[in-house]
């Protein structure tokens, strides 16, 4: 049996697009938190054994449940007793993390802060 050919317009063609990304560098020094939001530069944590062997970030993530970072920003209506320059501990996997120049910064709701370190 033959298979019957579709007609050109009932199958309309597709352009195909090419999408240029430009990347964006965010200054971290110029952010403003949204209102509710606190925004945090995590710290990076080197992991070693006793021994000193270095251990990759993936090998440690189940057993830390938490991130230690300073406060970037905080927004209007923040409840949260934090300012810009706390040291602040956060679940490991809340907030938004976004890349920013070299590092990242996460933005947190004001209430997935767990505690400010002094």
Excluded: W
Excluded at 28 to 50: D, F, M, R, Y
Excluded at 88 to 102: I, T
Aim: proline share 3%.
């Amino acid at each position: 049996p033959r298979l019957a050919r579709r007609s050109a317009a009932a199958a309309p063609r597709r352009a195909l697009a090419s999408a240029s990304v430009t990347p964006v560098e965010l200054d971290v020094s110029q952010l403003v938190a949204a209102k509710g939001k606190v925004v945090v530069e995590p710290e990076s944590v080197v992991n070693t054994t006793a021994g000193g062997v270095l251990l990759s970030t993936s090998a440690n993530k189940g057993d830390q449940s938490f991130k230690l970072g300073s406060v970037v920003a905080v927004g209007e209506g923040v409840e949260s007793a934090c300012a810009k320059g706390d040291k602040v501990l956060f679940a490991f996997r809340s907030g938004v993390e976004v890349s920013a120049g070299e590092g990242s910064v996460i933005f947190l709701n004001d209430d997935e802060v767990l505690g400010i370190v002094s």
